[in-house]
Structure formats: C-alpha cells, structure tokens
C-alpha cells in the first residue's frame, strides 16, 4: 500500500494499547476500530518497529479506512 496523494503525511490514525493487549486505533480523534487476539499482537510487533509514515500506513490498513482514489468517479456514476 502506497499513499501517492499524500494523505497520510499528517498524523490521520492515532492507537493505544491495553494492558490486555488490546489495540484501539482512532482516525481524526474518533475510534474506528479495535484489535484484539493475534491481529493485535502482530499489530504491536510490527508497528514498534515502523516510522512515523509507515505506521501511517499500517494503521490506515488495518482499519480499512484508506481512500483508494476511486470515491469521484464512484461518486459520478450514481449521480446518473
């Protein structure tokens, strides 16, 4: 996953861990989704070790919250 346009450049996803080894991510403040279980532990292994703009990257991937670019002509073909 790339972020051609730049999106990610500021600071978009936030996360906290639990001490139960949760994993709660937030977009722009707000909680979008939480990790628990092998996603979670997998989640802290490789996001401890990752940079700022990687992190970026891995957070917007596992929430799924990660435009693709396609929303305009999405956006187009139901006005129709």
Do not use: C, P, W
């Amino acid at each position: 996953m790339v972020d051609r346009r730049g999106i990610l450049d500021e600071e978009v996803f936030t996360y906290r861990i639990t001490k139960d080894e949760k994993v709660f991510i937030y977009s722009h403040g707000k909680h979008v989704t939480t990790l628990a279980g092998k996603r979670a532990i997998a989640f802290i292994g490789i996001i401890k070790t990752a940079g700022e703009k990687e992190a970026q990257l891995i957070m917007a991937k596992a929430t799924g919250h990660f435009k693709h670019g396609n929303e305009r002509v999405a956006k187009q073909s139901r006005k129709r």
